[in-house]
């Protein structure tokens, strides 16, 4: 008797979104099964993958990872232009980190100013990501959000404690959004809720669950970001059907694994590959999950992923 692949189907769906605009724009989200369970339903479009860029020189990357982009990372633009052009990147990311105030508490003008040049350098989908200061963020973000109108960007991330501004901001500029909540599903439903009522379609919102690295909680991750897709497909559960974010490389890229010294732990190997593996694995699990656009920041890792996406498309 031949096997039978048990197959589960759902009544629920991802929601899918056109990121960008033009030639290269992109597609995120869809399909009406588990990632990569194509033989239940229809999957979802391929996972797209962001390189990250910022505003400032990345003080804080390990070696590894800044010199990879050392003869650019003064200029933004450049940057940008150079992830297109040469590492072939399908959409950018740019973090307004110098704007914290912090780090450099750069201007909401030099913020525009940053923002107004990468949009100039490129064509891929950019995503607008602020520095992860509430009150900052609801200044720069809106500005960000007027400086690209029409671009068809995503902006964020949107928080509980200044969600209401920067929706206004890209309602306003015709984005998208990104919705962040602290790796708990109920907190992230209630967020997306909230965004909804402020009249944001739900076909415009990204959900930002949080990230954590592989060995630092991850676990946990992914089981909150399978849970909130499982609550899409089968309970179609409509707050929970925006694609999903992994913000990888910043959690990534800042733990002992990847910036410990060969020198103290050579039995950890080189720290280069090391690293490389760290961002891979971890974003590679978290596609599975259910992520739908990750960012990234080694194209070293950028590759592994793509290979892996490859060979499972």
Same mark, same amino acid.
């Given at each position: 008797?031949?096997y039978?692949?048990?197959?589960?189907?759902?009544?629920?769906?991802v929601?899918e979104m056109t990121l960008g605009a033009g030639?290269?724009?992109?597609?995120?989200?869809g399909?009406s099964?588990?990632?990569?369970?194509s033989?239940?339903g229809?999957g979802?479009?391929?996972p797209?993958i962001?390189?990250?860029?910022q505003?400032?020189?990345?003080?804080?990357w390990?070696?590894e990872?800044?010199k990879q982009y050392?003869s650019?990372?003064?200029d933004?633009?450049?940057?940008a232009?150079?992830c297109?052009?040469?590492?072939?990147a399908?959409?950018?990311?740019l973090?307004l980190v110098? &704007?914290h105030?912090d780090r450099?508490?750069r201007s *909401?003008?030099?913020a =525009?100013?940053?923002v !107004?040049? @990468?949009?100039?350098?490129?064509?891929?989908?950019?995503i607008i990501?602020?520095?992860?200061?509430v009150?900052k963020d609801?200044?720069?973000l809106?500005a960000?959000?007027e400086a690209?109108?029409g671009k068809?960007?995503?902006?964020?991330?949107?928080?509980?404690?200044?969600?209401k501004?920067i929706?206004?901001?890209a309602?306003?500029n015709?984005?998208?959004?990104?919705?962040m909540?602290e790796l708990?599903?109920?907190?992230?439903?209630q967020l997306?809720i909230?965004i909804?009522?402020?009249?944001?379609s739900?076909d415009r919102?990204?959900?930002d669950?949080m990230c954590?690295?592989?060995g630092?909680?991850?676990?946990?991750?992914?089981?909150?970001m399978?849970?909130i897709?499982?609550?899409a497909?089968a309970?179609?559960d409509? &707050?929970m059907?925006?694609p999903?974010?992994?913000? *990888?490389g910043?959690? =990534?890229?800042?733990? !002992?694994? @990847?910036?410990a010294?060969?020198?103290?732990?050579?039995?950890?190997?080189?720290?280069?590959?090391r690293?490389?593996a760290?961002?891979?694995?971890?974003?590679?699990?978290?596609?599975?999950?259910?992520?739908n656009l990750?960012?990234?920041?080694?194209?070293?890792?950028?590759e592994g992923?793509?290979?892996?996406?490859?060979e499972l498309?």
């Open positions: 008797m031949a039978v692949i048990p197959k589960e189907n759902f009544s629920g769906k929601l030639d290269k724009a992109a597609v995120v989200g399909g099964a588990l990632p990569f369970h033989f239940e229809e979802s479009t391929r797209l962001a390189l990250e860029i505003d400032v020189p990345p003080s804080d390990p070696d990872v800044k050392s650019v990372s003064d933004p633009a450049g940057w232009k150079y297109q052009n040469d590492l072939g399908k959409a950018v990311a973090r110098g &704007t105030p450099e508490n *909401v003008e030099d =525009v100013g940053t !107004k040049a @990468v949009l100039d350098a490129v064509d891929v989908p950019l990501l602020g520095s992860n200061h009150e609801s200044q720069v809106v960000a959000a690209a109108s068809n960007c995503v902006i964020g991330k949107a928080q509980e404690a200044n969600y501004t929706v206004a901001a309602l306003a015709n984005h998208k959004l990104i919705a909540s708990d599903i109920n907190l992230a439903k997306n909230l909804g009522q402020m009249g944001f739900s919102v990204l959900t669950p954590s690295a592989l630092y909680g991850l676990e946990y991750t992914y089981s909150v399978e849970r897709r499982l609550a497909l309970q179609n409509t &707050t059907q925006p999903i974010v992994g913000d *990888v910043m959690y =990534v890229w800042k733990i !002992k694994e @990847v910036m010294p060969e020198t103290d732990l050579p039995e950890w190997g080189a720290i280069e590959e690293g490389i760290w961002e891979s694995i971890t974003a590679t699990s978290l596609m599975v999950a259910g992520v990750l960012i990234m920041r080694h194209p070293k890792a950028v992923v793509n290979k892996t996406l490859d498309t």
